[in-house]
Nanobody, 125 residues
Framework: QVQLVESGGGLVQAGGSLRLSCTAS????????MGWFRQAPGREREFAAA????????RYADSVKGRFTISRDNAKNMVYLQMSSLKPEDTAVYYC??????????????????WGQGTQVTVSS
């Protein structure tokens, strides 16, 4: 059974930075794409960033492009989200995600079907 555990959330001032981490287990990590989603209060969960199984290709939502960087360490079964120039509108619960099938591309956020429990990120103005 796939298990994804996020960490690194917290309270930060606008303009600050945070690094989220996600530890994955229950899957052959280096075969699966990974992603980050977020859900703000009263809003639906939305795609933030994704990375292919090999780490060579990344995708970002327009709202975070240029400010967030997704990366992975296949030797440690971990994926990261480095967030910089944070804005109050980045406040949300951030979820790590993976796909049901290995080697899928990341063209569509719909490939992601398993999520962790989330970590809260709060950006104060």
């Amino acid at each position: 059974q796939v298990q994804l555990v996020e960490s690194g959330g917290g309270l930060v001032q606008a303009g600050g930075s945070l690094r989220l981490s996600c530890t994955a287990s229950g899957l052959t990590f280096n075969k699966y794409p990974m992603g980050w989603f977020r859900q703000a209060p009263g809003r639906e969960r939305e795609f933030a960033a994704a990375i292919t199984w090999g780490g060579s290709v990344t995708r970002y939502a327009d709202s975070v492009k240029g400010r967030f960087t997704i990366s992975r360490d296949n030797a440690k079964n971990m994926v990261y989200l480095q967030m910089s120039s944070l804005k109050p509108e980045d406040t949300a619960v951030y979820y790590c995600a993976t796909a049901r099938t290995p080697y899928l591309g990341i063209t569509s956020p719909a490939v992601f079907s398993s999520w962790g429990q989330g970590t809260q990120v709060t950006v104060s103005s």
